[in-house]
């Protein structure tokens, strides 16, 4: 376990009140995620919609993996979407669903929470966004006030 000792000790030099804060815990959770390597893309989802606090289904059938650069973002983005949903949306319920559609691996997030999610009174969106567009994808999203809110990435898979 070199990588989860390495993880551990960066987190130690940090100060405590960065360590109070979501966004290393989230960090080293994205870290030390057992199910992806091993399992894949569905797998590592199942296993986050399983944590999570509002009731996800989940509906990701691939004919076959994707790189794994491609996996990694894709559950980085689902992950960030299902935090973001369970802290912020109000929702009872929330969809993911994958497919690969020619070379493209889409995955769609959705909830039917009050909506209203902006890009620009936070970092974590446009941090979503940042990551998909350095694998050359896109990232798109519906969230007018009332809801649903939709987060859609599209990611080319360089096979």
Do not use: K
């Not at 130690?12 to 894949?40: M, V």
């Amino acid at each position: 376990m070199v990588r989860t000792r390495t993880a551990l000790e960066a987190l130690s030099r940090h100060p405590p009140s960065f360590l109070r804060s979501p966004w290393p815990w989230r960090s080293l959770a994205y870290l030390l995620s057992s199910a992806l390597p091993g399992r894949g893309l569905a797998a590592a989802v199942r296993e986050a919609a399983g944590r999570s606090p509002v009731p996800v289904e989940v509906e990701i059938d691939l004919p076959r993996r994707p790189p794994e650069a491609v996996e990694t973002t894709a559950y980085y983005v689902v992950t960030e979407a299902l935090a973001n949903l369970a802290r912020h949306s109000r929702a009872s319920r929330a969809r993911v669903h994958g497919l690969l559609d020619g070379d493209m691996l889409v995955v769609e997030i959705r909830d039917d929470g009050i909506g209203g999610a902006d890009p620009a009174r936070g970092t974590g969106l446009t941090g979503l966004a940042d990551r998909v567009a350095l694998m050359e994808g896109t990232l798109s999203m519906s969230s007018p006030p009332g809801g649903p809110t939709s987060i859609r990435a599209e990611i080319p898979c360089a096979w």
